[in-house]
């Protein structure tokens, strides 16, 4: 039993960064030294629920797949958006799920649906950029003088929400704001310009 205990902390002491795969292997390896069944252990449950304290480095398809999951209603209802790319995976949200027209305040949907992202953010090492984005119509409000200053204010709100109500260390949190110059459709309808306002989330690859 010694020997045994003396290889487990010789071995949690060598891994400098955790990784998932090797993590299940060794999470079997141990349970079945000490007969232990693993077969009610979901890895990917225990960091959301915060039953492992170490930064674990998840890959990006097992985080999409769960963000899937918790989305997908807002997916197929088309008011959310998931896209893995070079950068990581980014989480894009309709503007009419979070703002009034023209408004950079949070509404009370805009809440519940942050903090069901933040159930996730909450146990991943990763950095996070929150970006806000317009179509191209110019805003015509004495509050906010142009896309730009509306773009930015949108991402530091849901940022802002994310640290002070949810809890998310604010050394992982950056925030962009791009007006209409990243958009991910034609403005030239209304459909697209409606998909074009948005906040992203963006889950960094680290």
Known sequence: ????????????YSFST???????????ALGGAFGISDRSYD????????KVSEPMVIE???????????????????SAFIAENDQGLRISIADKLLFAPGSAELNENSKKVLKQIADILRGLPNKIIV?????????KSYVYSSNWHLSAQRALNAAYFLIESEGLSPQ???IAGYAEFKPLTTNDTPEG??????VDIVILKN
């Open 1 to 12: 039993m010694i020997t045994l205990l003396l290889g487990l902390f010789i071995i949690l």
């Open 18 to 28: 955790l990784d998932l795969k090797k993590f299940e292997n060794f999470q079997k």
């Open 43 to 50: 890895p990917i449950e225990a960091i959301i629920k915060g």
């Open 60 to 78: 990006i398809p097992e985080i999409k797949e769960n963000v899937y999951k918790l989305l997908q209603q807002l997916i197929e209802e088309r």
């Open 131 to 139: 970006e806000g984005h317009t179509d191209d119509t110019p805003i």
């Open 172 to 174: 992982r949190i950056s």
């Open 193 to 198: 310009r409606a998909k074009n306002r948005r």
